[in-house]
């Protein structure tokens, strides 16, 4: 993966899903510290993954496409 397009894949399409995306790692961050807990980093990971690749299920992203499935 190019340089260029790590930039534009962090700095480009922020919308809010993404921002509740970030404020959740946060806090699961700041917990998984005060707690000392592994689980609370590993969800705070899951969400810091989807944040800076953003993924997740966007609009119908997560839906099965019943239309090529009737095609088989």
Known sequence: ??????????????????????????????QAIYYQLATFAFIAAFFLFQVVFNTGCKTNGCQVDYAKKRQL
Do not use: G
């Open 1 to 30: 993966m190019k340089i260029t397009s790590v930039k534009q894949l962090l700095y480009t399409d922020w919308h809010s899903m993404r921002w509740i995306r970030l404020l959740i790692a946060i806090f699961f961050i700041q």
